[in-house]
């Protein structure tokens, strides 16, 4: 043979023998690793954003794992949605997310998430082992054309455990359509290690596995090193913290008003520019307002963080809190911004938190809008807040972890 003929026999022979052992990896059941017993569900699911046709959940898991969510209108279940996006499965050693789409308009579901523990040693050494079950839950589609709208609406829990395990409790007892968790869920995000802990697990009991969330961001929830990571886990519809969605007789708005002190603080180093985002959310909410959908709702509300106003005596120490000259309590760009669209749009109430100290004040001339706020993360002045529309009436009421109504409000069709 010659030495040119030997050389290209060779290269083809080895690049053969390459193939050849490429396919038999790909084809051979990969021998079982032993994967850890120690692999576990650290949380309940989480739903996310339902709608009439969708939902995503959301599982922790304590190491690479893959799985899918069995789903169907009887506990016999019978669909199945793998994840996957792509045409990737979902693998990753913190939170599985599935969203399960094709669904019906105000229809029950039942749903069980298997994750199965990975162990991925190189490209054709992956191993599986045992799934592990959640337990079966249920949850119920939006439904715009429903009869009645309820919601419930956390603020300022701060990463407090008692008084989530407390909410989560009243919640259970007394299930709405939907939970807004409307800003400063966490203390600041400093590692990206903490955001099971802060966003899916809070409370060490299921808490949006019946009852879907929807999440606003408040200024300590886009605060901290690693704040920018939970886009990656967790957002609203679209993978915005900005969005608009129709429950029977309510429209609800969900806006991020962003930090509460000014972007060019030097104390934020320059990473910041909530001033061009609440002008782009303005022109979101311009074109939100005219859509019929919204414009037919009885009732419309805005779930946002930081009070876009605060019309009666300062407590005596909140000139210093947020530092001399700047009015950290409300968000006066977002009312700039904001305030007239809210009006035109005739948006019934402007739900927010932030103040740690619940707080009503009434539509006036001027401001046909009712601005609520909720309480804060000590046992002592937590507040739920829930709303109740009929296409007649919204009614909104504040409790204390004890259950009790410590305020309410009649909003009557305009
Ligand atoms: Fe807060
Ligand atoms: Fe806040």
Redesign the pocket.
Same mark, same amino acid.
């Given at each position: 043979m010659d030495r040119r003929r030997f050389l290209k026999t060779s290269g083809i022979s080895l690049m053969a023998t390459k193939l050849a052992s490429d396919a038999v990896a790909a084809t051979e059941e990969p021998k079982r690793k032993a994967v850890s017993d120690a692999f576990r569900l650290l949380s309940a699911p989480v739903l996310l954003n339902v709608a009439p046709d969708r939902v995503s959940v959301l599982i922790a898991v304590s190491a690479h794992a893959t799985g899918w969510v069995e789903f169907g209108e009887t506990e016999a279940l019978g669909k199945r949605s793998d994840g996957e996006v792509g045409g990737m499965r979902p693998l990753h050693n913190r939170i599985l997310r599935f969203d399960i789409t094709g669904l019906k308009p105000g229809k029950g579901y039942f749903y069980r998430i298997r994750v199965c523990p990975v162990i991925f040693s190189n490209a054709y050494r992956i191993s599986r082992g045992t799934p592990v079950a959640s337990e079966l839950f249920s949850f119920r589609t939006l439904n715009p054309s429903a009869a009645t709208a309820s919601f419930t609406c956390w603020?300022?829990t701060?990463e407090n455990r008692p008084t989530l395990s407390a909410l989560t409790d009243l919640l259970q007892r007394n299930p709405t359509d939907f939970l807004v968790w409307n800003?400063?869920i966490t203390n600041d995000i400093h590692r990206e290690e903490q955001l099971v802990g802060q966003f899916i697990d809070p409370a060490g009991k299921p808490f949006a596995a019946s009852t879907p969330l929807f999440l606003g961001r408040?200024? &300590?929830d886009v605060r901290g090193r690693d704040a920018r990571h939970l886009a990656e886990m967790m957002t609203g519809p679209d993978g915005r913290y900005y969005y608009a969605f129709r429950q029977g007789p309510l429209a609800c708005l969900v806006m991020d008003t962003g930090e509460d002190k000014p972007d060019e603080l030097p104390v934020y180093a320059g990473l910041n520019n909530y001033a061009a985002y609440r002008t782009e959310q303005a022109r979101w909410l311009a074109d939100v307002i005219k859509q019929p959908w919204f414009r037919k709702a009885a009732f419309r509300v805005a779930f946002l963080?930081i009070p876009l106003l605060w019309e009666a005596e300062l407590p005596a120490n909140w000139a210093t809190v947020w530092g001399a000259g700047i009015k950290g309590w409300i968000c006066e760009d977002g009312h700039q911004k904001w305030h007239d669209l809210l009006c035109k749009g005739n948006v019934d109430a402007v739900i927010s938190?932030?103040? &740690?100290r619940h707080a009503w004040f009434a539509p006036r001339r001027g401001r046909p809008y009712a601005q609520l706020i909720g309480g804060?993360?000590a046992a002592d002045n937590a507040i739920a807040i829930t709303g109740h529309a009929t296409s007649k009436q919204l009614q909104i009421d504040l409790q204390n972890l004890e259950g009790k109504v410590v305020e309410s409000h009649l909003f009557r069709r305009k």
């Open positions: 603020n300022d701060h800003g400063d408040g200024n &300590h963080h938190g932030h103040t &740690h804060g993360p």
